[in-house]
């Protein structure tokens, strides 16, 4: 089964400034996808952005975008212009392609200070 | 539209004590799977279905019964609980297409804090 790894237990960024969290995976399948959720303090998982094996340009959602390269397997998201409200739990995901097997990395907590 | 529906929020067991966590959906997904959460884990998968009438374990399978007997629904059952299990659980649900632009993200249920004493 795929492995995904998140070395980064807490981070800390300055309001309005960019962060990167690492994630990088283990497969030996093709074709996969790699998922970004937020999860605030009140529990509830958000999807953020997704990354598909096959696509050539990195995957961009409002200030999240995802820096994917495919052959270190890695899908850092990036966050730029933080606020607040970014303070959160970050799990990165992978899933294999018409399975559905999903499995998460540990997390990395950001804490956007003032 | 009520999207993943879990029922309890929160639940406190005795050791060795069974219970069922509930979990709908309304979204016609095929794909529905329970994880839970623990300090420093991440999420794990418990158990997951690919359609009503099959099912499969994940990674931390033991102590725990899933069947999928529709497609709204995909009970977790709690065998005879355990300090453990103590947890909390997430039950998600996806399309089984894998759409170009968001590939087949999976919706969450609000989650269920399960304390056993």
């Known amino acids: 089964a795929q492995k995904i790894t998140q070395t980064q237990p807490g981070m800390f960024v300055q309001e309005k400034e960019a962060v990167t969290l690492d994630c990088t995976y283990d497969?030996?399948?093709?074709?996969?996808?790699l998922f970004w959720y937020k999860q605030p303090s009140s529990g509830e998982m958000i999807f953020l952005i997704y990354?598909?094996?096959?696509?050539?340009q990195n995957a961009t959602e409002g200030r999240y975008s995802l820096n994917f390269q495919k052959a270190r397997k890695s899908a850092n998201l990036v966050i730029s212009a933080s606020q607040l409200g970014d303070s959160a739990m970050y799990f990165c995901?992978?899933?294999?392609?018409?399975?559905?097997?999903?499995?998460f990395g540990a997390g990395t907590r950001l804490t956007v200070k003032p | 539209n009520a999207g993943v529906t879990q029922t309890p929020k929160f639940q406190v067991l005795k050791t060795g004590q069974s219970m069922t966590l509930q979990c709908a959906q309304d979204?016609?997904?095929?794909?529905m799977s329970w994880y839970r959460q623990d300090p420093g884990m991440g999420l794990r998968l418990i158990h997951y279905?690919?359609?009503?009438?099959?099912?499969d374990q994940g990674e931390v399978p033991n102590g725990y019964n899933v069947s999928r007997s529709t497609t709204e629904d995909f009970p977790l059952r709690l065998l005879s609980a355990a300090p453990s299990q103590t947890s909390v659980y997430f039950c998600?649900?996806?399309?089984?297409?894998?759409?170009?632009?968001?590939?087949?993200?999976?919706?969450f249920g609000q989650g269920t804090r399960l304390t056993v004493v």
């Open positions: 279905s690919v359609g009503a009438g099959i099912t």
């Open positions: 990354q598909g094996s096959y696509d050539e």
């Open positions: 998600a649900s996806s399309p089984k297409g894998w759409a170009h632009s968001k590939g087949s993200e999976a919706f």
């Open positions: 995901a992978m899933r294999v392609y018409n399975n559905n097997d999903m499995r």
């Open positions: 979204m016609n997904h095929e794909y």
């Open positions: 497969t030996s399948d093709q074709s996969y996808g």
